[in-house]
């Protein structure tokens, strides 16, 4: 672990917040009980986009990325939910005011990541955003040992018991 180079180029992902969170909760009662008159009607991923799009967000986001000529945003997921830029690292410590360091991890194939250790998120960002990635996060472990799905069955990876 070290300082990294301030002018790496480091991509950086904004996750805006959805709106409508609980009229969704709603709507995913209202299709999966039986007897509800809505049972059944799935909504289409267009129908669950416009109703958690958060086109404020969304714009507070994009209007500070455009901001500094050294951002460039790289893409966007189709809903605006996730907003992909990259600056050098300088600019995003600037931005976030914090320091990025050299992360080195074992068990991925990419084995170096620039992460930093906090993230202070603009004013102008506050209430906008729910996430934002690659900064403080580090790939996981892989999982080890088997997977089970449901309560112990005997044996020593969860067989049956012979007997």
Not at 79 to 86: E, R, S, T
Not at 123 to 150: E, F, K, M, Y
Request: with cysteine.
């Amino acid at each position: 672990m070290g300082r990294a180079d301030v002018e790496t180029l480091h991509t950086v992902v904004f996750g805006v917040v959805q709106k409508n969170q609980d009229r969704l909760q709603e709507v995913l009662l209202e299709v999966s009980t039986p007897g509800n008159p809505n049972y059944g009607k799935h909504w289409t991923k267009e129908q669950l986009d416009e109703l958690t799009r958060n086109q404020e967000g969304h714009d507070a986001v994009m209007n500070l990325l455009r901001s500094n000529p050294e951002i460039t945003i790289e893409e966007e997921s189709q809903n605006g939910l996730y907003i992909h830029a990259k600056a050098p690292v300088r600019v995003w410590e600037q931005l976030f005011e914090t320091e990025f360091l050299n992360f080195e991890v074992e068990h991925t194939s990419a084995k170096n990541f620039v992460r930093c250790k906090e993230v202070h998120v603009p004013s102008s960002l506050a209430g906008h955003v729910a996430i934002i990635l690659n900064t403080t996060q580090l790939p996981t472990p892989p999982h080890r040992g088997p997977i089970r799905s449901g309560p112990k069955r005997g044996g020593i990876h969860g067989g049956p018991v012979k007997g």
